[in-house]
């Protein structure tokens, strides 16, 4: 299964997109304020 697909089926690319993120931020503990790495 691709990162674009799940059980459901197909996902907008920006859904993929915002899920990284969103686990970026809860891997690094990133705090409002925080900087993203580059």
Partial sequence: MTDTQREG???PGYE???EQVLELIARL???PGDRMPT
């Fill in 9 to 11: 089926g197909y996902r």
């Fill in 16 to 18: 993929v997109a915002a």
């Fill in 29 to 31: 503990g990133l705090r």
